[in-house]
T-cell receptor
């Protein structure tokens, strides 16, 4: 069964550094998402991406965050200047079509900011 | 009032028991309802997806939606130790890309 893959599984970075989290969505999916889950808290929506542009973003997704689909297969989340509170599991998800199809999640990247 | 409320548990049941997991929500605009299972340090795995009131069955799992009461449930029949995980409800408004999750219920099925 096709799956969403994320790399790395664990990323440690120092506060203030830039970090890029990478995802390969399911190949025929058209919508792409990033979610995060701070330890012990809910899974939270960050951003959705369709047709090479952001379609929706949450209040969490401020100017420090950006997304890109650089080559038609990868989907990346960049955090420009990491803060301690960015430490979380970051999940990539993809969806075949909006509205009537469910999201499929990757296994996440655990980001630790020290 | 939180948009989606889910009892975090933990819930512990003996093997073979019927498990009932529930979420309530306050936003009547939610139209699509999902249940995900999440094992420790893994991504959410889709179990059930519904968009209408009523029941939907898939193997040992039954999802129930009551839009008038703003209440959704997941029933697990003949529970197995491998069902031990955190169960997340999630829902989405029509026209929105954003899933709103409950906090998850941690389930342990004891052999």
């Amino acid at each position: 069964e096709p799956e969403v893959t994320q790399t790395p599984s664990h990323q440690v970075t120092q506060m203030g550094q830039e970090v890029i989290l990478r995802c390969v969505p399911i190949s025929n999916h058209l919508y792409f998402y990033w979610y995060r889950q701070i330890l012990g808290q809910k899974v939270e929506f960050l951003v959705s991406f369709y047709n090479n542009e952001i379609s929706e973003k949450s209040e969490i997704f401020d100017d420090q965050f950006s997304v890109e689909r650089p080559d038609g297969s990868n989907f990346t989340l960049k955090i420009r200047s990491t803060k301690l509170e960015d430490s979380a599991m970051y999940f990539c998800a993809s969806e075949l079509g909006q509205g009537d199809s469910p999201l499929h999640f990757g296994n996440g990247t655990r980001l630790t900011v020290t | 009032q939180k948009e989606v409320e889910q009892d975090p548990g933990p819930l512990s049941v003996p093997e073979g028991a019927i498990v009932s997991l529930n979420c309530t929500y306050s936003n009547s605009a939610f139209q699509y309802f999902m249940w995900y299972r999440q094992y420790s340090r893994k991504g959410p795995e889709l179990l059930m997806y519904t968009y209408s009131s009523g029941n939907k069955e898939d193997g040992r799992f039954t999802a129930q939606v009551d839009k008038s009461s703003k209440y959704i449930s997941l029933f697990i029949r003949d529970s197995q130790p491998s069902d031990s995980a955190t169960y997340l409800c999630a829902m989405k408004r029509a026209g929105s890309y954003q899933l709103t999750f409950g906090k998850g219920t941690k389930l342990s099925v004891i052999p």
